[in-house]
């Protein structure tokens, strides 16, 4: 099926830009700590260990572009590496001293960025709960699409993060993909109306029970 959104080239990654196709085989996705090839690395210093025998089990998806509804630079990146100028707009000025992260961000051309290795907790769900549990950031891997909630995305985002997903479950126990806006209900309400979920759903083809209720997932 098409990706919802304006179709806009295939998925590609950062690194792939200009370098040579990967000859590494398809078991080398992963390497240690839990860092994806094809993904431009770009490290964290917002993350810490899981908790014990805490492993990644909710895909969790956020919104977010810096300043809102601009789509270009390096802010997001810089705010994630604790390099932000928080001068430099005066939106900034509410993030100041925000010690905060995801594992992955993907841009509006599909590209991949990742901040910590998904072994890692990140920094992205705040006071949240799913299914019963509290702390979504001690089980989940945070990704972010930039973008602005309550918007639509762009069909090479949809791509990009279905092909995520994918790689992600051949790693990891995922068995739930929600929002940020379903974890904390009332307190954030990212990425909103404009996403896709029931495209999502059917490209994965994973069961409805991994999608959250509300979002009417009914196959
Ligand atoms: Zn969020």
Request: proline share 8%.
């Amino acid at each position: 099926m098409s990706p919802p959104g304006r179709p806009k080239g295939e998925y590609r990654s950062a690194q792939h830009e200009g370098a040579p196709m990967s000859t590494a085989p398809p078991h080398s996705d992963w390497s240690a700590g839990g860092w994806l090839a094809g993904a431009r690395r770009c490290d964290s210093p917002h993350r810490g260990p899981r908790p014990a025998g805490a492993q990644a089990e909710l895909a969790l998806i956020h919104s977010i572009s810096l300043p809102p509804g601009r789509y270009a630079g390096d802010a997001i990146e810089r705010l994630f590496t604790n390099r932000l100028d928080f001068d430099a707009h005066p939106y900034y000025e509410a993030l100041r001293g925000r010690e905060v992260s995801a594992h992955f961000l993907l841009r509006r051309d599909g590209a991949l960025v990742q901040f910590v290795g998904c072994d890692e907790r990140a920094w992205h769900a705040g006071p949240s709960q799913w299914q019963g549990r509290a702390n979504c950031n001690d089980f989940s891997v945070g990704i972010e699409l930039e973008g602005l909630e309550g918007l639509l995305f762009e069909a090479s985002q949809y791509r990009a993060l279905a092909a995520l997903l994918k790689v992600l479950a051949t790693a990891y126990p995922i068995r739930g993909v929600a929002g940020h806006e379903h974890v904390a209900a009332g307190r954030k309400h990212d990425p909103g109306a404009g996403f896709d979920w029931p495209w999502l759903a059917a490209e994965l083809g994973w069961p409805a029970a991994y999608f959250p209720e509300s979002v009417g997932i009914g196959y």
